[in-house]
């Protein structure tokens, strides 16, 4: 049979002339120096037909042409003898081929095809194969993805396997002196082989390489492979990570299914974070169904967060999103409210039962005021309705009794008596008669407007009710999707001023809207957004119950991020008649350990640090020292940091607030850090020289280390760099996982600081979108005492 494919024609990574005027060098590091990238990469198909041969087309060696690296197989021969060079394999145009197409990163259809055909043509996804099996037919697939591009040629190729230090693997492939290794993570080409890599790794051929590997690795997993191969478990399944290679993944059910991947460093199986679970097929082929569904939700991330709240099931996933995003449904029909409402809050229900923590319970209580007012609301409407019914029948009758007398009374003038007559009419009624009936029907007339005016009002107040109620359904919804993401909770607070030239819109308390003279605008969305008249009240009602939090043992973080004068003091400290976060937090504190004093001790904390030139000072000793910072574990300890008792303080930046229960003698301990951060311009537009100039180096040094550390949390990096700067040091614990963090950007309204605006709302959006996991309390329970709650 014979196979079409498509061939995209693509350069090697050096180019063929200093391919061919070199000469053949040995395996030096030296040697792969000299390659360089090719600029000159083409992108054009071309059409190759592919025979299938008996023989392994991804054999070991195989045979080079001066100049070109291709490998010489059945394929190649057959198809004309055709010199396709330096042709990379990419899309198969024989459909059949599609259908055994693992989702696999980088992987070519045509590779796919013929390690399908290689297995016998199975169509089995790969997915469905044990580690060890999966592993040997990976590099398989691997040196065929090769085959095509290293086609017939005279000079041998050697295919070789290099296992990194940090535990990567690369396909590698020497030819003419010179080696190269497949980078199957980004540009899915041929890159040489970087020199660094002779000292920081090893390299194995590749047939020895399966076997050891794969041996090794079975031992790893403490598993035998033949156990492996007689268990066929689609729970299991692998990535491949930028920095870790291939990753043995497997979906665990205790009571939710949870997703790990095998660490091959410390031997264990460790929870997949959600950027590297975006590149497993199965959980792709999920996510791909749900975006599929809902084309406008646009982002993945938020939906895979989502699957795994909803248990891996993609259709009950596009099913709470239906019910999330309600608006429509809500316009469209009032009924289908009440049904999405019942179906919200049965599908709620178990989350609200795991998450029965302080910040629920008030939302809830508000939920119940707002049913009962709805359900009063609508039996008042019906009342109405019944009312106006009733008026409209008596106003119908009497319209009708009106019209019968005025027919019964005589037609014309003439037939009328010209002077009134004394004797009693037989029939008809009295002009008096005739009035009050008048009088009747304008009298019902009226009332009947007034009554339809009184039912419209209240079909809007009703109208009013139920869209309220759905907003608060779905803010609730929402924070307890953050709760389970552990999001960084970005609050934006523009400063009043009352002279600046305002280049800011709030259409909706979670939406900003940055303008220019110029017409351009940038929509910037948190999850809130307050206007210039916000109150240091307002502000802190908002951030209360995660402050609060750290009495029950929650380590919470806020941070305020700004450019210079746009209110992060005022935020935070505030004026000594109108005090910011930090008072009212120490207030707060305080006031709510008083109020457990009958089953807990309470001991609070303060230490305040300033962070100068990148050296850690002590603000609350008059010895001018500096400070070092020790990391144990994921604790920042800071050796001979003063700390003193809480009593009044006016500036704080550390409160460690240690309880212990007096019934059980469980100890929790919770750290709020506040940190008023310098502000964020850019050193050109400081214009400063000199000490100033080293001052606002290090400050943008320690705020782009903050940016860095937020990025790699984004991406779910695995190195955070918070050894950056002492600001990600310090803040390392409420950072790195378990802690609750907020971060206020503060941002000036007026025009002339449009771009220092858009950068710090940039920053925050950056922030919103990291995932920390679910905050966790830290509860350590007395030897021999009751377990904690
Ligand atoms: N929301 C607000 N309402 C009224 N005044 C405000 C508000 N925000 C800030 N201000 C005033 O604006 C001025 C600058 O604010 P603030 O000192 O808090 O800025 P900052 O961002 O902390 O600056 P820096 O980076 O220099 O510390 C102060 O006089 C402050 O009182």
Sequence with gaps: ?????????????????????????????????????????????????????????????????????????????????????????????????????????????????????????????DLQEGPGKKSRHDKEQKKANAAPMLMSGDDDVVFETFVHS????????????????????????????????????????????????????????????????????????????????????????????VHFFFDRQTGKWLRLPIGWELHHSLVKQMVDHVEEALPHWGDRADILALLRACNYNPDECIGTYLLLDGDALLNAWKSAFVIAFVSLNSSLKPMLTALSHGSIHPQQTELETERKSRKEAERQLSELEEKYSKISAEATSAQHQMEAMQQSRPKTAHSRPKTPVAVAVPEGPTQQDLEQLNRKVKSLRKSHVHLKMDMLRNIGSVGAVIKEKEALQRRLLYNQLQELRGNIRVFCRPRRDDRAQMCLKFPS?????????????????????????????????????????????????????????????????????????????????????????????????VSMVEIYNETVQDLLTSDARTLELQMVGNVVRIPNITEMEVSRSHLVLMINVSGEDKVTGAISKGVLTLCDLAGSERISKTEATGQRLVEA?????????????????????????????????????????????????????????????????????????????????????????????
């Design 1 to 125: 049979m014979v196979r079409t494919i498509f061939v995209k024609r693509t350069s090697f990574s050096d180019n063929a002339k200093d391919d061919k005027s070199s000469e053949p060098a040995p395996q030096t590091a030296s040697s792969t120096q000299r390659s360089r990238p090719s600029n000159s990469r083409r992108a054009d198909f071309q059409e190759v037909q592919v025979r299938p041969s008996g023989q392994d087309p991804a054999a070991t060696k195989a045979t080079l042409s001066t100049g070109n690296m291709s490998a010489r197989h059945d394929s190649s021969r057959e198809s004309g003898g055709s010199s396709h060079r330096n042709r990379y394999a990419r899309h198969a145009a024989d459909p059949s081929s599609g259908g055994n197409n693992s989702l696999q990163h980088g992987q070519s259809a045509a590779a796919t095809s013929r390690a399908g055909r290689s297995k016998g043509g199975s169509t089995r996804p």
């Design 166 to 257: 940090n535990g990567r693997e690369f396909v590698c492939a020497v030819r003419g002196g010179r080696r190269y290794y497949l980078d199957d993570w980004h540009s899915h080409e041929w890159q040489p082989f970087p020199e660094r890599w002779y000292s920081e790794g090893r390299l194995v051929p590749m047939d020895d390489n399966s076997q050891t590997r794969s041996s090794s690795h079975s031992h790893q997993n403490g598993t035998g492979e033949s156990h492996r191969h007689s268990e066929r478990d689609d729970r299991e399944g692998y990535l491949k990570h930028p920095k870790r290679g291939r990753v043995e993944t497997y979906l665990m059910e205790e009571r939710h299914y």
């Design 509 to 605: 308390d979670q939406d900003v809207m940055v303008s220019t003279g110029d017409g351009s605008k940038k929509m910037f969305n948190f999850d809130k957004v307050y206007n210039t008249e916000a109150t240091q009240e307002q502000i802190f009602t908002d951030t209360q119950p995660i402050i609060t939090s750290c009495v029950d043992g929650y380590n919470v973080c806020l941070l305020a991020y700004g450019q210079t004068g746009s209110g992060k003091t005022f935020t935070m400290m505030g004026p000594d008649n109108n005090p910011g976060i930090n008072i009212r937090a120490i207030t707060e504190l305080l006031k709510v350990c008083a109020e457990r004093t009958e089953t807990k001790t309470y001991t609070l904390k």
């Design 697 to 789: 180096a290090a400050i943008n040094k320690s705020l782009s280390a903050l940016g860095q550390v937020f990025s790699a949390l984004r991406e779910s990096q695995l190195h955070v760099p918070y050894r950056n700067s002492k600001l990600t040091q310090i803040l390392r614990p409420c950072l790195g996982g378990d802690a609750k963090a907020c971060l206020f950007v503060n941002i000036s309204p007026d025009v002339t600081n449009y771009p220092e605006t858009c950068n710090t709302l940039e920053f925050g959006s950056n922030a919103r979108q990291v995932a920390l996991g679910q905050a966790k309390q830290n509860i350590q329970k007395r030897p021999g005492g009751f377990p904690p709650r």
